[in-house]
């Protein structure tokens, strides 16, 4: 099955810093990559998403890119701010080609010092 | 409009009791699923439900575990005979027909003592 690997596990960036996380994925069919945000008790909410069709995805101070080839794709975000720590989580699945169900991958913890 | 919910949001049960946790997915998703987020990890699949049915039940870690949505909409997994390792949040998520993007409800945190 699908296993996705995320690093690195903590990150701590000063405010107005920009902050990347990477994850690399096992399977050549998974098609569809998102990432949540997921403050401490909360629900995991769906921040950026990528399909397989593109090379990179912009949201704002968010982005995504994808490496098809190398299996893995990052997420960056630029001027960050104290609202942004929280743990962070990549995704992988087939989507409507096959399985729907998320893999994740472990979770980074980034906080922004002010 | 309304998200995921889920409840109760906290559930203390013994060793070998049954349990039932419940999901109320937005209004119209026809998809719901099932995850277990352990501390400090991300969360892991456990069933998928296109509509009544179980579409994929291949995360479910042992025949303890079951779950049900007999009109397509609120579904309710059913743990038997728990065991201190089954405390974790459960997560409920759905999505449209056809959409990747998948909605989390609040989770049901499950404490076995």
């Known amino acids: 099955g699908e296993n996705v690997e995320q690093h690195p596990s903590t990150l701590s960036v000063q405010e107005g810093d920009s902050a990347v996380i990477k994850c690399t994925y096992s399977?050549?069919?998974?098609?569809?990559f998102p990432w949540y945000k997921q403050e401490l008790g909360k629900r995991p909410q769906l921040i950026i998403d990528?399909?397989?069709?593109?090379g990179e995805k912009k949201d704002q101070r968010i982005a995504v890119t994808l490496n098809k080839t190398a299996k893995h794709f990052s997420l960056h975000i630029t001027e960050t701010q104290p609202e942004d720590s929280a743990v962070y989580f990549c995704a992988a699945s087939k989507g409507d080609t096959g399985r729907r169900a998320l893999t994740f991958g472990s979770g980074t913890r980034l906080q922004v010092q002010p | 409009g309304a998200g995921v919910s889920q409840t109760p949001s906290n559930k203390v049960t013994e060793k070998g009791k049954y349990v039932e946790l419940r999901c109320d997915p937005i209004s119209g998703h026809t998809a719901l699923y099932w995850y277990r987020q352990s501390l400090g990890q991300g969360p892991e699949f456990l069933i998928y439900?296109?509509?009544?049915?179980?579409?994929?039940d291949s995360g479910l870690p042992n025949d303890r575990f079951f779950a049900v949505r007999p009109e397509g909409s609120v579904s309710t997994l059913k743990i038997q005979r728990t065991e201190r390792g089954d405390s974790a949040v459960y997560l409920c998520?759905?999505?449209?027909?056809?959409?990747?993007?998948?909605?989390f409800g609040p989770g049901t945190r499950l404490l076995v003592l």
């Open positions: 990528i399909r397989s069709n593109v």
């Open positions: 399977d050549s069919a998974s098609n569809y």
């Open positions: 439900f296109q509509g009544t049915g179980a579409a994929d």
């Open positions: 998520a759905s999505s449209l027909n056809g959409q990747e993007t998948q909605y």
